[in-house]
DNA sequence: CGAACGCCGTTACGCGTTTCACAAGTTACC
DNA sequence: GGTAACTTGTGAAACGCGTAACGGCGTTCG
């Protein structure tokens, strides 16, 4: 290898045969995991309509995946429809939020309460009882001390100390990138395991911190390359695709 | 299969030996195109401290990513580097942009001028002279008319109208999810072809139209699920990682 | 001047994910 | 009651991607 640097990846783990629930630890990938974020807010629509069974491409074509993808991500994550009746929505979505959401309630913490950071904020705004923004952190003396959204605004200086103490565990980070890695150190220093980056700049943390890149300056140019290609989709990735409407869901 | 739709993936395409510029198309990944994008950004603030030449396992540091997988997107776009000496920063910028700007400019519509809007029209001002946000969309009476960021905000009614007068063919998507379809639909029939979606929902769109779903509520749950995880780094997909800092970086 | 080192370009391999395809099961209808 | 038309669940192939490994070449030091 080159010098230094492991680079990310999953360490030895075996991985190996069933994949399933287990000991407790799931084992689940990274995209199931989104897909099912996703399937769980579909499914969420749907009850509110009324709607008690969905068939698996049903679900599909509303997720924008193939309706072996949904079959496979329930299968990981050990959930049962009943044949020629489809997935009962009720015990579909308790099987989803129970894998998702955990048993008790955690803490985010959100560093950068800048326009996208408040952006966030509102779009998170108790929308999850399990999952909530429990305090923001800033520079600006501004908004420091402030609550918006029901979440009070520290200083930046207070970060390590907050989040050790609150326990929390989760951050989003939207700051300018020339402070990101320095507040990302602080949050790894304070015992963060998971990130959610919309920075510029790619953060370096240890392997054991889940780190989720969302970075928006490439998917605009990434969009902008691609939309001068004129076959659309090119290769890969998560599908969202798929035309038309047509005859689609007789919903029961 | 299913009923009706096909899923993205490419066409037929051999991908075959030299996957080079050639007829104009380079075929080149999704994921690929996204790191040069980043490449670009790591590579445009080095020019900036004068660093002239660097190799590829410092930029894989910077940009998170493995050594291997720089000299593999550099040979995917035809660039190369001198051995033992690297790459040189000005022509390899060159070459990237040439890729990711084209030759004309593009201009891009926000559709949704609310927070969120907002937050990526800031975070794009002027940023890049090839790729402008040229309109704004939205359906508040408030904001139309009135110009954010150097940029003029139209009636929702306009859209179809306005996009196709002025060619656009990128659009990114922020309104609310209710009528996150049915933006999408005008967009496709005033001839979009790429489609930067922040909506909560998943777009149905022709196979043509490329579309990057950047779903902050998956990406937030996600992370709150593998912060419960003991070990970080979960299976696969874009790294981002790496730990500490150390020696690295002789920087020439 | 020669040899050893270090990096790039490239090919081959391995892994993870997605899709295909089929067995098993259940319901509805004749 | 039997049969036909659906479904789900799942093993196995296909695909795309990333990594490892190797040849080549320029540089540098003995």
């Given at each position: 290898m080159d010098g230094d640097i492991a680079l990310s990846?999953?360490?030895?783990?075996?991985?190996?045969?069933r994949a399933v629930a287990?000991?407790?630890?799931?084992?689940?990938?990274r995209k199931t995991v989104g897909r099912l974020s996703l399937y769980r807010r579909l499914l969420d629509n749907l009850r509110g309509t009324g709607t008690t069974h969905i068939y698996s491409h049903q679900l599909a074509h509303l997720a924008g995946v193939s309706a072996a993808q949904v079959r496979r991500d329930f299968m990981v994550i050990g959930y049962s429809g009943s044949p020629?009746?489809?997935?009962?929505v009720d015990t579909c979505l308790a099987s989803i939020e129970s894998l998702l959401d955990g048993a008790t309630r955690q803490d985010v913490a959100l560093v950068g309460v800048g326009r996208l950071g408040r952006s966030v904020l509102a779009h998170f705004a108790g929308r999850r009882p399990l999952l909530r923004i429990a305090a923001g952190f800033d520079t600006n003396p501004g908004v420091i001390g402030t609550t918006i959204e029901g979440c009070l605004v520290h200083s930046m200086d207070d970060l390590e100390r907050v989040v050790a103490e609150k326990g929390i565990r989760i951050a989003i980070l939207a700051v300018p990138p020339e402070t990101a890695q320095a507040a990302a150190d602080a949050l790894v220093r304070s015992g963060i395991r998971s990130l959610v980056d919309f920075t510029a700049v790619p953060l370096h943390v240890p392997d054991e911190v889940f780190v989720d890149h969302m970075d928006i300056t490439s998917a605009l140019e990434s969009a902008a390359f691609f939309a001068r290609?004129?076959?659309?989709?090119?290769?890969?990735?998560n599908g969202v695709d798929n035309g038309s409407e047509a005859d689609m869901f007789p919903m029961i």
């Open positions: 990846k999953v360490p030895g783990k075996g991985w190996a045969d287990q000991a407790g630890k799931p084992v689940v990938s020629n009746r489809g997935y009962h290609q004129d076959q659309g989709t090119p290769p890969m990735d």
